[in-house]
């Protein structure tokens, strides 16, 4: 069984910078790729970035390219998405999402709220 957990979600004014956390627990070997999303009341899903556990390889979704950048630390299973510049639009909830063949698994998500 899989596990991830988002945190380091909060409150940031316009301009300002968070950096989340998806910790992954569980039998990690399996995963083939790490997704971020996002949803707004109201909204469908978003993609936001992934990171492919194989290559390290890194894309990110044009709303927040040059603004957001995902990593990783293996010896922890964590990823990371650093926001900068957050934008007033940013502000939703954000999952992490992680799978391979006949898996998936998503985090309860984390709150981001940018204010004015």
């Known amino acids: 069984q899989v596990q991830l957990l988002e945190s380091g979600g909060g409150v940031v004014q316009a301009g300002g910078s968070l950096r989340l956390s998806c910790s992954v627990s569980g039998f990690t070997a399996e995963m083939d790729y790490m997704y971020w999303y996002r949803r707004a009341p109201g909204k469908g899903r978003e993609y936001v970035g992934e990171i492919r556990p194989s290559d390290g390889h890194i894309d990110y979704a044009n709303s927040v390219k040059g603004r957001f950048t995902i990593s990783e630390d293996n010896a922890k299973n964590t990823v990371f998405l650093q926001m900068n510049n957050l934008e007033l639009d940013d502000t939703t909830v954000y999952y992490c999402?992680?799978?391979?063949?006949?898996?998936?698994?998503w985090g309860p998500g984390t709150q981001v709220t940018v204010s004015s």
């Open positions: 999402n992680a799978g391979g063949i006949g898996t998936d698994y």
